[in-house]
């Protein structure tokens, strides 16, 4: 009997630790979002698993509109600059956020990395955030957009088991489209499942290895 008491004040315990964690970080995506308004900077949070083509897209994109837009590129990973690096060939800025230990941005980490940024100077900010479909759902950052990416090679189940980060979305990109009939994953069984959990979410289906769909993702992010 006194075990399972014990058992339950810890769990209020740490739900109430990890509300206070989640209240602090929505004051500071608040702040974030006051100051891209203020300096009216676009902002997009990628967000989808480890290897789902996050910096792929992100490649693909800037490569299309650096041409428009005075892009910053901020970057989470727990410790290697791999993805930064690939990002920054394409001549934009890029900084990178390690997060250590951390499996997910949060908005104070997003907001020190704004301090040492010259915004009057630019007009789209592009987050790539540490690849998991779990947690950074719900850490918003202040970034005006949200965007997740799956791809097909993750298998078909990617949406339903996790709702909340697709809850989340404005745009859902389904990246590998070129491996969908191997991988025996259909587009359309995925885009119905997230119109299911969100059905105001834009679905694009690309294959950022062949830049196809890219131009509607840039579309659906009302950035063409
Ligand atoms: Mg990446
Ligand atoms: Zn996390």
Do not use: W
């Amino acid at each position: 009997m006194t075990k399972i008491v014990e058992h339950k004040e810890d769990e209020v315990f740490d739900i109430e630790l990890e509300e206070s964690i989640l209240k602090k970080n929505e004051d500071f995506a608040k702040k974030n979002s006051e100051l891209f308004k203020t300096h009216n900077i676009k902002t997009i949070d990628i967000m989808g698993s480890i290897g789902s083509g996050k910096t792929s897209l992100i490649e693909a994109m800037v490569k299309r509109l650096k041409e428009k837009y005075q892009i910053a590129v901020l970057n989470g990973d727990l410790t290697t600059t791999i993805d930064s690096d690939r990002v920054a060939k394409h001549g934009v800025d890029v900084i990178q956020i390690n997060t250590g230990k951390e499996c997910h941005l949060d908005a104070n980490l997003i907001s020190k990395a704004l301090e040492d940024m010259e915004l009057d100077q630019l007009d789209l900010i592009i987050i790539e955030n540490v690849g998991n479909l779990i947690c950074p759902g719900e850490f918003r950052l202040g970034a005006e957009q949200r965007l997740v990416v799956i791809s097909v090679t993750e298998g078909p189940y990617m949406v339903l088991k996790h709702p909340f980060i697709f809850m989340e979305a404005n745009v859902v990109v389904i990246n590998k489209l070129d491996l969908a009939e191997a991988m025996n994953v259909e587009f359309e069984k995925l885009k119905a499942d997230v119109m299911r959990i969100n059905p105001k979410a834009e679905v694009i289906g690309t294959s950022c290895r062949n830049d196809k769909g890219i131009i509607y993702v840039i579309g659906a992010l009302n950035l063409s």
